[in-house]
């Protein structure tokens, strides 16, 4: 058996596998597990703490000479998976409803249609069911990434044609109520 290395060198072995790639830490990995561990995984796993079935993994790819497909992750497919159309719909049926900024400021396209309105859009023109579609919230997000802000149209504001009156300007006066002038007030007995 091979003498163990020193706390040093083990924590700049872990520094080193972290810093890589998947493919490029698998290789790294089985040459460690070679010079420093007689080929056993457990004994690398106790070491530096690297997954059994990943040394596992490097070795038999460095044996064989060539690199493994790495396994599908797992989780939720993204929408543009399940649904390649879907954005292109989406698309169709919020274009006509948008708008860019008046003054041309940035790119984004304003429209009036929100997620929820753009989903029931989706399920009555396009025939989706309300299953397949991602959540309102999760619309929302789409909408945002394909561009479009989920806000009121920005319309330019007109001028105001007479600026507003200051109290210390000489030239305001106080307004009072003609019908406040005309009231004879109560006399008390």
Not at 27 to 44: E, I, K, M, P, Y
Not at 63 to 92: H, V, W, Y
Not at 127 to 151: C, D, F, I, V
């Amino acid at each position: 058996m091979l003498p163990r290395p020193d706390q040093k060198t083990i924590q700049t072995i872990r520094n080193a596998a972290q810093q890589m790639n998947r493919i490029e830490r698998r290789r790294f990995q089985a040459q460690v597990v070679l010079d420093h561990c007689n080929g056993n995984t457990s004994h690398a796993r106790t070491l530096f703490g690297w997954d059994q079935r990943t040394t596992r993994k490097a070795l038999l790819e460095k044996e064989k000479g060539k690199t493994m497909a790495d396994r599908e992750r797992s989780g939720r497919k993204c929408f543009s998976r399940k649904l390649p159309n879907l954005q292109n719909d989406i698309r169709s049926l919020v274009d006509p409803n948008t708008c860019t900024h008046p003054t041309f400021g940035n790119t984004f396209r304003y429209t009036r249609m929100t997620a929820k309105a753009v989903i029931e859009a989706l399920v009555r023109e396009k025939g989706y069911t309300k299953k397949e579609l991602p959540a309102e919230s999760t619309m929302r997000a789409l909408l945002n990434k394909m561009g479009y802000r989920l806000r009121r149209v920005q319309k330019t504001k007109p001028k105001k044609k007479f600026p507003k009156r200051m109290r210390s300007s000489p030239t305001s006066t106080p307004r009072t109520n003609e019908a406040t002038k005309t009231l004879k007030h109560c006399e008390s007995r």
